[in-house]
């Protein structure tokens, strides 16, 4: 008996990385597992290994690693950006165990570049398989979590999403992703005001870990010494305690890396700075905006900056 014994999940991106981490680690509590995966390169260019569901492909390498531990799961080659196809999988998890209980947002892929340098078709992209990436799936699993509610039946929806320190804090080079991963920081506290009414608890994890995505931007020059402390399924635990019907937390986003955890503070109202019952004189708006800063906590620095 797991702590996610019987309950059905969706882990997207799961075909390497973090996303294979927690699909393990889910099973491995008892969970039956949506191993979702595209098959797609590290910059979202074609398949490298055949169809995203075929023999071979990282998706199916994953689930006969479930299987072979005893667990149960299937294959799934959504594009979890595309609207149909997002639904299309959320459908399979329901009509292979009867029912969807936990949702994990992870899939997404980078493409670089300097904000002044920018494509628009880098911009694009970038913030679809992200941003569109996470919402797809989760509009068509409150879909299914709201129909249950309200047919009265007691509903322990849980979705995970998946930030980044770069959507916290900014990263140089990294303005698309960033600003997608940021998006999906606020998407939690957005979506889980929201969705409390109908059983489904929504938090997010900006995980520290070393995969394909990450390696060639920060852990390029790491020591040998570093890599299992950037072990990605060191994240995978809060990942699972998150979507399991043990989770009595909502609307929090978590950094997690190694054997540590912290919880994330957003934007707040800063000290205000006022001239009383009457509009601002031009002339008096950049003392005030000073005064108002000296008042708050200094930003945490951009990545890489």
Not at 65 to 73: D, K, L, N, V
Not at 141 to 146: E, F, G, P
Not at 175 to 196: M, R, S
Request: aromatic share 6%; charged share 20%.
């Amino acid at each position: 008996m797991g702590i996610c014994d019987g309950r059905v999940v969706i882990v997207t991106g799961a075909g390497r990385g973090l996303g294979k981490a927690h699909a393990l680690a889910f099973a491995a509590e008892g969970a039956h597992v949506v191993v979702n995966d595209l098959g797609v390169g590290r910059e979202g260019q074609d398949p490298d290994a055949g169809p995203a569901s075929g023999e071979g492909s990282p998706a199916h390498e994953v689930v006969a690693e479930i299987e072979a531990m005893g667990g149960e799961a299937i294959v799934d080659g959504a594009d979890v950006a595309d609207w149909d196809q997002a639904e299309a999988m959320v459908a399979a998890a329901v009509d292979r165990w009867g029912r969807l209980d936990t949702l994990v947002c992870n899939a997404g892929f980078l493409r670089d570049r300097m904000l002044a340098n920018m494509s628009e078709e880098e911009w694009d992209s970038v913030t679809r398989v992200h941003l569109k990436g996470h919402f797809a799936p989760a509009r068509h699993a409150i879909a299914h979590w709201r129909d249950r509610s309200k047919a009265g039946e007691d509903v322990a929806g849980r979705v995970v999403m998946t930030s980044s320190g770069a959507g916290l804090m900014g990263s140089i080079g990294q303005g698309n992703y960033a600003a997608a991963k940021a998006g999906i920081a606020l998407l939690v506290v957005q979506a889980a005001a929201e969705w409390g009414r109908y059983g489904v608890l929504v938090n997010g994890v900006a995980p520290d870990a070393r995969t394909r995505m990450t390696e060639g931007v920060f852990y390029g020059d790491a020591p040998e010494s570093d890599w299992d402390a950037k072990d990605p399924a060191n994240v995978s635990p809060l990942m699972v305690w998150l979507g399991s019907g043990a989770c009595d937390v909502t609307g929090r986003v978590f950094e997690a890396t190694a054997g540590q955890l912290n919880v994330c503070d957003g934007w707040q109202h800063g000290p205000v700075a006022s001239v009383g019952e009457r509009r601002f004189e031009v002339g008096e708006v950049g003392e005030a905006v000073h005064r108002s800063i000296a008042g708050a906590p200094d930003p945490a620095p951009v990545f890489g900056s």
